[in-house]
Structures are given as C-alpha cells and as structure tokens.
C-alpha cells in the first residue's frame, strides 16, 4: 500500500453515513432470502413524471442545431448544441445558457437583480462545501488563526463531516429544542446563547429544509445567522438540497433568503438529477469568484449535458411546476403515513418524539429513555428486516457529550406507504420490547 499523507489518510476514511451504508449494503446483501424493508436510503425515489421531464428535455437537446449564437455559429450550423456540450471545454464558471435561466428564474421568482457573475455552477453541490469549507475554513495564510467552519444547529447533514481537510476546523452547536410531550413532537432551534460566529469563523453552513430532521429553520432564525457573521465579513452557506423553487420539498412555507453575505445553494439531486451531478451556488460575487477559482483547480468544470437540459427544464418553469405538483406531494404524503402511524402504534406508556415535518425525504425519531444506543437499536430493527440510519453519524463537528445523540434514528420517506406502514408498526413493537428489557 502506498505511504498516505496526512490528509491523504482523513479523505480516505469514509465518514458519517457513508461508513454505516456500507454496513447496510453488506446487510442486504448476506440477507439473500430475507426480505428488508430499506428506510435508509437517501437516494430520491424515480418518479415517472420527473424522469419523463428529463428524457424530454434531453430529447429536446439531441434534436438541437446550431441555432443559437451561444454555442455555435448558426449560419454554418455544424455544431449541434448536443456536440458543444458533450464534445468540448467549457467555462469554470457554469454552461452560459443554464446560468442564464438559472437568473432570470430567480430575478423573476423572487424579485431580484442577480446577473451572471453571482452565480457558479458546481459537480453536486457537495462540492460547494468542500470548496467554501476549505477556502474559508482552515488555517490562515500566516499560520496564526484556525478559522472554524461553523454548523449553527446540529444534527445536520452527515456530508459536512467529510468537506474540510483541516478536521479540528469544523464545530456544531448543540440546539434547543421545543418539546410539545403530548403530541409527540419536538423542533429543534438554534442556540443563540451559545452560538459563537466571530473573527474565528471562517464560514457557517446549515441545511434548510435540513437532512436529517427536516427542520426549516425560520426566516428570523437565518437571518440572525446572518447577521452575526455579516460584521465579519464571513460567508453563510444556505444548503438549499430539498428547498424551493427546485426540489420544492419545503412542507411549511419557506422562501429562499438572499444577503451580502448569504450564499444560497442549490442541488438538482432531488429534482430528479443526482446522477448529473448540478449544484448552483449564488451569492457576492467576490465569494463566488473564490468558489469559481477553487473549482478550476479541482476539476475545470461541471458536466455540461446536465446543464443543458436542466437549461430547458428551468426556462420553460416545467421544473419548477413539477416540484410544486409531483415531487412535495409525493413525499408530504409519506411522512403523513410514517406519522399517523408511530400515533397509532406507539405504546402510549413510552416517551417518543417524532421532529416536525418541515421537508426534506426523511422523518427523525428521538427515543428519549432508549435504554441502548442508537446502534444497538439500530441492530433491533434489523432483526425484525427493518433498516434505517442511526442518528449519531449525523452530529458532525460536535464535541459535546450529549446522550441525545445516541437516541434518534432517521426514516427514509423513499419506501412505498406499505412498507412504511409495516416498518413503523413493527419499530414500534420492538422499541415497546427494549424499554421493557430495562
Ligand atoms: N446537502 C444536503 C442537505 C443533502 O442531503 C445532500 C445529499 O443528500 C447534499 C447536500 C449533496 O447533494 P449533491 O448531490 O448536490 O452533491
């Protein structure tokens, strides 16, 4: 084996979720003859509506000649809009025609003024947080200050424990939480008595709707978040994976929230592109610059056949009326069924607290008197073919012991109502069963 490097050894470990999915993948693979009902998965559900949207869209490029002066000189119309995005380079920046819906959607969406230099085109938008995490985060130039990567409300999104190559940069914040004990139901907030954002910090990130809670935090909520890092000039990621206007899987209303220093960032994986790989980071354009310059040295530039269809996809609004009409309905009905059925099957004796359903593809259950961890629970299900994540790879960057942490477990909304139906009823069997034990 070769002789890793220091960050050579971080990046080859897999981190958070991505460590226990390869014990799921071996789990349904050695249960051959064993049927699992599988509430793990963060892969979206196809659904045929929006895949027909993009097979149009893509038959809708393949058809395309040179007629625009975008991608092709049209009088000699040799160049097929196809040839120029799949056969040649592109700019860092973004595929032109895409960043320019991509404007124009937002500027006449939300009244704004944004123009092309607000705007970067990225692999997924994982990428934006590797860029921004380490760009912003990390040590300074001169060595003197570690600049911390800020994740104002843990749990968060499993994926921010593996973006910054300088580990002891990224710190959570241990929230408050509101408990309503006799409906079963708890948001969490963000601590405010707690959360620092100061010349230390080199940049915040949170994910609004939020994997895996499916909190929104509010517009108060982001834009104090804001506001504590504007005086220090410090960028605020907004992962917008599961927000409006595109996947739309926002359940209680929500706008997306612009600011000097606000970076809003946008993924097309849960409107039906995550093989495409699109992220669309908007913000200052000095940051994105930052952004834009980090990407050319990692990759040159995203894929731009994605970018192509999502072009037509954006410009005509079918994306976003698809969201708003297939892809929301599609998952709220789920996290309806997973409700009405822990209320219905819960023993009535046992503390449980399911987190509001705000958004996002999954639902969060905290187990308050869990008498084991989170794993150990996590086992339980498997034995009775129930999978779902444990919720303690989603603490990333907190250094706080906090029992909570090893007592919530996240419910993927993707499996069909009867598989969520019977993989509540019998979770809620076997969590009667472990309190019991004690
Ligand atoms: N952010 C959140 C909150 C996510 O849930 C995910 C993927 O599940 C991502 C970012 C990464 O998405 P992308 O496919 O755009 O890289």
């Not at 892969?43 to 949207?53: G, S």
């Not at 007629?67 to 196809?82: F, H, L, M």
């Not at 139901?185 to 939020?210: H, M, W």
């Not at 605020?236 to 000097?260: H, Q, R, W």
């Amino acid at each position: 084996n070769p002789a890793l490097s220091k960050i050579g050894a971080q990046m080859s470990h897999l981190t958070g979720v991505r460590a226990i999915m390869k014990d799921i993948v071996e789990t349904l693979r050695a249960g051959k003859g064993q049927e699992f009902i599988n509430l793990s998965a963060g892969n979206p559900v196809i659904l045929p509506e929006v895949e027909q949207l993009w097979r149009d869209c893509t038959a809708d490029l393949l058809a395309s000649h040179a007629t625009c002066s975008t991608w092709g000189d049209p009088k000699t119309a040799v160049a097929s809009e196809y040839g120029e995005v799949v056969c040649r380079y592109g700019a860092s920046q973004g595929y032109q025609p895409f960043i320019e819906a991509v404007r124009d959607d937002f500027n006449r969406r939300y009244g704004l003024n944004l123009s092309n230099n607000n705007i970067l085109i990225t692999p997924g938008s994982q990428s934006i947080y590797f860029y921004a995490a380490n760009a912003f985060g990390g040590y300074t130039a001169d060595g003197s200050q570690l600049k911390k990567i800020v994740l104002p409300l843990s749990p968060d999104y499993t994926g921010y424990g593996g973006v910054t190559l300088v580990p002891e940069a990224l710190i959570a914040y241990k929230p408050t939480l509101d408990i309503d004990e006799k409906a079963n139901r708890f948001k969490y907030r963000p601590d405010f008595s707690q959360l620092a954002i100061d010349e230390n910090t080199g940049c915040v990130i949170f994910s609004r709707p939020c994997n895996p809670t499916g909190n929104v935090l509010t517009q108060e909520e982001v834009e104090k978040i804001a506001a504590l890092a504007a005086p220090y000039n410090v960028p605020v990621l907004v992962d917008s994976a599961y927000a409006p206007p595109y996947p739309a899987l926002n359940f209680t209303d929500m706008t997306p929230i612009m600011g000097e220093n606000i970076i809003h960032c946008i993924s097309l994986s849960k409107a039906g592109l995550p093989g495409e790989r699109i992220g669309i980071a908007i913000g200052d354009p000095e940051m994105i610059q930052v952004l834009e310059c980090f990407q050319t040295n990692m990759c040159i530039h995203s894929p731009r056949y994605g970018q192509a269809i999502a072009t037509r996809a954006i410009a005509s609004g079918a994306l976003g009326d698809i969201a708003e009409t297939v892809i929301r309905p599609h998952y709220q009905q789920k996290f309806t069924v997973v409700e009405n059925t822990l209320d219905q099957a819960m023993p009535k004796d046992l503390p449980w607290c399911l987190h509001r359903g705000e958004g996002a593809i999954f639902s969060w259950l905290w187990l308050p008197e869990l008498p084991m961890t989170d794993w150990e629970f996590y086992q339980e299900l498997k034995q009775v073919g129930v999978i779902v994540v444990p919720g303690s790879s989603f603490f990333p960057g907190l250094r706080e012991d906090w029992p909570h942490t090893q007592q919530c477990i996240r419910i993927s909304l993707t499996a069909t109502d009867e598989e969520l139906t019977t993989g509540m009823q019998r979770l809620a069997k076997v969590a009667a069963e472990v309190h019991q034990k004690v």
